[in-house]
């Protein structure tokens, strides 16, 4: 059978990010900055950092600035500030189909961040204090597209998806009591008579599946102003599968991530991170989903004491409840003759004593190997570059964001001059090369 999923890709959708200030800003310096924390109407009565909701001014899509004190506190003297931004989003309008690198999204983030800061008064110096060498980012989200035959077909592999997500991540030895590692929302949503989001959560990173609606609340979705253009681009989205993987900034800090210029030229990380969903469902493993007959548990070559325990599994039992575990005592050496006999049996049968029989047949989807094959870049069709969020458009939105900036800066009524300003020096390398190749 042909396989019904067409073409893919991988991408940075949104991110956070703290930059912290120099260190080394004397009292009368840092008053000189001019660095924001309240409102243009503020009244005085709170000395607590406000939080800042700012409209692209680009776009007219929302992001946010948090100013953070010395310390970590919300009060005092700013030690820097915090960005959370969708970038495709902010730029041109939407991120139904985009190419993007980390070092680009944190890269227009910080140009993000500039402007802010310089739309609120904060002088050009205060903004020198704020460098690119100071930038950390995490978590992000890096967004995978996976574009199938038909909407119907796409909503079908989620439904896939979470049914084997759900039978292993929510049984087993790393299931937690009373929650789900696997769920959806809407909680009651049942293929095929609902549309719904697969979510699945893990200390490690968070991930997301699913296919974007059209006027979904609160989302923002520009239309493209080419009808032709619109049709095309809205259409392939609702059969892509999207996959969001979010590494939790730990991760990026352990794995020695969480500065943009890690990810220059550093395709394998991108894949380190779909592997982190990969490696979660277990694809890898050889999983048994049809029936097993006696006469073959009988015939297998183990002991007799683990075919004991896989007729129990089969027939709907507890690990409590096998003998053999009985005679033990002692917690720790039945876990250990546990975990040696479910290991022996998953290898001769593909059956895991952790999951229910039921839940394993009815549950796993062995074949979604394919759909988490690492899809490599997303590349946008020419004809659309300048309308998607590409290697063409993020360029251009990049310097008019910094185009706005020294307009703020220099107080000037012409805020977008005839020709761009210079790039600053950290991020002018990124328009040399695509930074992720």
Same mark, same amino acid.
């Given at each position: 059978?042909?396989?019904?999923?067409?073409?893919?890709?991988?991408?940075?959708?949104?991110?956070?990010?703290?930059?912290?200030?120099?260190?080394?800003?004397?009292?009368?310096?840092?008053?000189?900055?001019?660095?924001?924390?309240?409102?243009?109407?503020?009244?005085?009565?709170?000395?607590?950092?406000?939080?800042?909701?700012?409209?692209?001014?680009?776009?007219? /899509?929302?992001?946010?600035?948090?100013?953070?004190?010395?310390?970590?506190?919300?009060?005092?003297?700013?030690?820097?500030?915090?960005?959370?931004?969708?970038?495709?989003?902010?730029?041109?309008?939407?991120?139904?189909?985009?190419?993007?690198?980390?070092?680009?999204? /944190?890269?227009?983030?910080?140009?993000?961040?500039?402007?802010?800061?310089?739309?609120?008064?904060?002088?050009?110096?205060?903004?020198?204090?704020?460098?690119?060498?100071?930038?950390?980012?995490?978590?992000?989200?890096?967004?995978?597209?996976?574009?199938?035959?038909?909407?119907?077909?796409?909503?079908?592999?989620?439904?896939?998806?979470?049914?084997?997500?759900?039978?292993?991540?929510?049984?087993?030895?790393?299931?937690?009591?009373?929650?789900?590692?696997?769920?959806?929302?809407?909680?009651?949503?049942?293929?095929?008579?609902?549309?719904?989001?697969?979510?699945?959560?893990?200390?490690?990173?968070?991930?997301?599946?699913?296919?974007?609606?059209?006027?979904?609340?609160?989302?923002?979705?520009?239309?493209?102003?080419?009808?032709?253009?619109?049709?095309?681009?809205?259409?392939?989205?609702?059969?892509?599968?999207?996959?969001?993987?979010?590494?939790?900034?730990?991760?990026?800090?352990?794995?020695?991530?969480?500065?943009?210029?890690?990810?220059?030229?550093?395709?394998?990380?991108?894949?380190?991170?779909?592997?982190?969903?990969?490696?979660?469902?277990?694809?890898?493993?050889?999983?048994?989903?049809?029936?097993?007959?006696?006469?073959?548990?009988?015939?297998?070559?183990?002991?007799?004491?683990?075919?004991?325990?896989?007729?129990?599994?089969?027939?709907?039992?507890?690990?409590?409840?096998?003998?053999?575990?009985?005679?033990?005592?002692?917690?720790?050496?039945?876990?250990?003759?546990?975990?040696?006999?479910?290991?022996?049996?998953?290898?001769?049968?593909?059956?895991?004593?952790?999951?229910?029989?039921?839940?394993?047949?009815?549950?796993?989807?062995?074949?979604?190997?394919?759909?988490?094959?690492?899809?490599?870049?997303?590349?946008?069709?020419?004809?659309?570059?300048?309308?998607?969020?590409?290697?063409?458009?993020?360029?251009? /939105?990049?310097?008019?964001?910094?185009?706005?900036?020294?307009?703020?800066?220099?107080?000037?009524?012409?805020?977008?001059?005839?020709?761009?300003?210079?790039?600053?020096?950290?991020?002018?390398?990124?328009?040399?090369?695509?930074?992720?190749?």
């Amino acid at each position: 059978m042909q396989s019904p999923l067409l073409k893919g890709g991988r991408m940075c959708d949104s991110i956070q990010m703290f930059v912290s200030l120099e260190s080394d800003i004397s009292d009368d310096e840092y008053n000189e900055c001019r660095f924001p924390w309240q409102p243009e109407d503020y009244d005085g009565k709170r000395g607590e950092f406000y939080d800042f909701e700012v409209k692209s001014p680009l776009t007219g /899509a929302g992001f946010l600035v948090k100013a953070v004190g010395i310390g970590g506190i919300r009060h005092g003297r700013i030690g820097g500030y915090w960005l959370s931004v969708n970038i495709p989003a902010c730029t041109v309008g939407h991120n139904r189909e985009f190419v993007n690198g980390v070092y680009w999204a /944190a890269g227009i983030a910080w140009a993000f961040l500039r402007y802010f800061l310089a739309s609120r008064g904060c002088t050009e110096k205060g903004l020198s204090y704020i460098p690119w060498e100071n930038v950390r980012i995490g978590p992000l989200t890096l967004t995978f597209l996976k574009e199938f035959a038909s909407k119907e077909v796409a909503l079908s592999i989620i439904n896939d998806v979470r049914q084997h997500a759900e039978a292993i991540l929510n049984h087993g030895p790393h299931s937690l009591p009373g929650k789900k590692k696997a769920y959806v929302k809407p909680e009651a949503a049942e293929w095929p008579d609902d549309v719904f989001t697969l979510y699945i959560r893990d200390r490690e990173f968070g991930a997301d599946l699913y296919v974007k609606q059209p006027r979904v609340e609160k989302a923002f979705l520009k239309k493209i102003d080419d009808p032709e253009l619109e049709s095309e681009v809205q259409g392939r989205s609702e059969r892509t599968v999207r996959i969001e993987v979010t590494p939790h900034g730990a991760w990026l800090r352990e794995n020695g991530l969480d500065h943009p210029d890690k990810w220059m030229n550093n395709p394998g990380d991108y894949e380190k991170v779909f592997n982190l969903i990969k490696k979660k469902l277990q694809l890898g493993r050889q999983w048994r989903t049809n029936r097993i007959r006696r006469s073959t548990v009988s015939n297998l070559a183990l002991p007799d004491a683990d075919k004991r325990c896989l007729s129990l599994h089969i027939a709907g039992k507890e690990p409590a409840d096998y003998p053999v575990l009985r005679e033990y005592q002692d917690e720790n050496a039945r876990s250990k003759r546990f975990s040696a006999i479910r290991s022996r049996i998953f290898d001769a049968t593909g059956i895991d004593l952790c999951i229910p029989w039921k839940v394993q047949r009815s549950g796993i989807r062995p074949g979604l190997a394919e759909v988490f094959e690492y899809p490599g870049e997303f590349v946008p069709d020419e004809h659309l570059q300048e309308v998607v969020y590409s290697r063409q458009s993020a360029p251009a /939105a990049y310097h008019r964001l910094e185009g706005l900036t020294a307009g703020l800066l220099s107080n000037s009524a012409d805020a977008e001059a005839d020709e761009w300003p210079d790039t600053p020096p950290p991020i002018r390398g990124m328009f040399d090369e695509w930074g992720d190749d």
